[in-house]
């Protein structure tokens, strides 16, 4: 089945601590994204990348940092510097950048900090 | 990226057709209409996109008037499971800017 894999789906870190979720696709996309949704709120943009090894900041990247190593693979770390990490995450993809372009999105993962 | 603009919500009833309209005057020669849906808790998919004049598949239909510096989304006799988040998105395929959602319109189907 072709799509966006994230894991986990949902993931307690305790204050100070760094995670790491993780996005798959098999989808050929050369385009990969994270947002962040709060409830009730729409989607921010993290960082994205447009091919393998380059990767830019989005709208909120204070406090994340990611890597794209890979075609497939482009893994969302959330670092202490990030002050109020509560959220729900969404990692997607598409052939190339451009929102002609049809986003396909993974199930999203749930962070919460305890 | 073309500027969006939608209504924060609508309220409708089941059965009954809805639009929801969004303005993007600044939108490009090469840029398409693109709508997707969000239930909670989940990634947004896509619904629809169009060009120009309208575009109709098996969920809904786009309306872009001759100018497209609006375009409507529309969802025939609705159900609740209707209820959702939908944003529209203007852009074209090789554009370089980053993929910036808006807050969508929060539908809600009422029984």
């Known amino acids: 089945d072709g799509g966006i894999t994230q894991s986990p789906k949902y993931l307690f870190r305790k204050e100070g601590q760094n995670v790491t979720l993780s996005c798959e696709q098999n989808?050929?996309?050369?385009?990969m994204y994270w947002y962040r949704q709060d409830p009730g709120q729409g989607l921010r943009l993290i960082y994205y990348?447009?091919?393998?090894?380059?990767?830019q900041k989005g709208d909120i990247a204070e406090g994340y940092s990611v890597s794209r190593e890979k075609k497939e693979s482009f893994p969302l770390t959330v670092t202490s510097a990030q002050k109020n990490p509560t959220a729900f995450y969404l990692c997607?993809?598409?052939?190339?950048?451009?929102?002609?372009?049809?986003?396909?999105f993974g199930e999203g993962s749930w962070l919460t900090v305890v | 990226l073309a500027k969006t603009t939608q209504p924060i919500s609508m309220d409708s009833y089941e059965g009954q057709e809805v639009n929801i309209t969004c303005s993007h005057n600044?939108?490009?020669?090469?840029?398409?209409i693109t709508w997707y849906q969000q239930f909670p808790s989940q990634g947004p998919r896509f619904i629809i996109q169009?060009?120009?004049t309208k575009v109709t598949n098996e969920v809904a239909s786009l309306f872009i008037p001759a100018d497209r510096k609006s375009s409507t989304l529309s969802l025939p006799r609705v159900s609740l499971s209707d209820t959702a988040v939908y944003y529209c998105?203007?852009?074209?395929?090789?554009?370089?800017?980053?993929?910036?959602f808006g807050t969508g319109t929060r539908l809600t189907i009422i029984p």
């Open positions: 997607a993809s598409s052939i190339r950048l451009g929102s002609g372009n049809t986003i396909y």
């Open positions: 989808l050929n996309h050369d385009a």
């Open positions: 990348s447009q091919i393998v090894n380059d990767f």
């Open positions: 600044n939108i490009a020669t090469n840029d398409y």
């Open positions: 169009g060009y120009k």
């Open positions: 998105l203007v852009g074209d395929t090789r554009g370089n800017e980053k993929l910036t």
